[in-house]
Nanobody
């Protein structure tokens, strides 16, 4: 499975961005749990959000609850992360990842990763 993340950029605090992650090369995209992770300079890569294969279950790290929304379109083999009310502390490289079966919040469980997209939030 190949993953390509896009949609990052520079935005002012309080602004919004939508990240996309398009999958290719695999079969039955709906059988993969998907996760978004982020890594700020000097920090560990952390879980941001995850979504089950059919989209019926989602979860978020506490720091983004109420501001970020994960969704997926299995017909397009794409997962999205809508980010609103962005804060400078959201600045990081954002990665999407795929996991056969149910998603988890552990980066070590994900065998497939995209290259990442930079999100920079200015104050």
């Amino acid at each position: 499975v190949q993953l390509q993340a896009s949609g990052g950029g520079l935005v002012q605090a309080g602004g919004s961005l939508r990240l996309s992650c398009a999958a290719s090369g695999g079969t039955f995209f709906s059988t993969y749990g998907m996760g978004w992770f982020r890594q700020a300079p000097g920090k560990e890569r952390e879980f941001v959000s995850g979504i089950s294969g059919r989209g019926g279950s989602t979860s978020y790290v506490d720091s983004v609850k109420g501001r970020f929304t994960i969704s997926r379109d299995n017909a397009k083999s794409t997962v999205y992360l809508q980010m609103a009310s962005l804060k400078p502390e959201d600045t990081a490289v954002y990665y999407c990842a795929a996991l056969p079966g149910y998603y988890t919040d552990s980066k070590d469980d994900y065998p497939y990763w995209g290259r990442g997209t930079q999100v920079t939030v200015s104050s």
